[in-house]
């Protein structure tokens, strides 16, 4: 599970619109923290984030949300391997099948590569995201509560 605090910056109804709030990369992750991954996969680098509660939140508040990362892995493989294999076998296939030479190896591979793109592109716009409330923070603590208690 990928952990990250959101801020709420906007409620409409029981929506609330968060915002990841973007640190620098420490030397110990390199940008794989939560946040990058956050902003990158919700591409919230300027944007917002909608999430429906159940409980009423207000703005300002702090939100604990925590994102499988199963779906990470196995869409990083689609991403990435989908266009390198749709690019190697055309090239094989123009080659094997049509003997065809290398300039229209390298035509195909990259319309392939392209086409392998697109189509891990729209296999990614179906995948379900599952992202859950870890803890929602009260917008201000009483002034007897010190960090660390």
Known sequence: MIEQTLTVVSVK????????EQKPACAGCNGKCGAQIFAKLFKTEKKTFP?????????????KLALDDSHIVSSSFVV????????????????????????AQIGTAVVA?????????QRLAQVVHDVKVLKIYPLSLPISQRVGD
Do not use: H, T
């Not at 109804?13 to 990841?20: Q, R, Y």
């Not at 590569?113 to 592109?121: E, L």
């Open 13 to 20: 109804g029981d929506i609330a619109f968060l915002k990841s």
């Open 51 to 63: 999430y429906q509660f159940s409980e009423p939140v207000v703005v300002g508040q702090k939100v």
């Open 80 to 103: 990435y391997i989908w266009p390198l294999l749709a690019a190697l076998a055309s090239a094989v296939l123009v080659q094997a099948v049509l003997g065809l030479g290398e300039l």
């Open 113 to 121: 590569g392209f086409v392998g793109f697109v189509m891990a592109k």
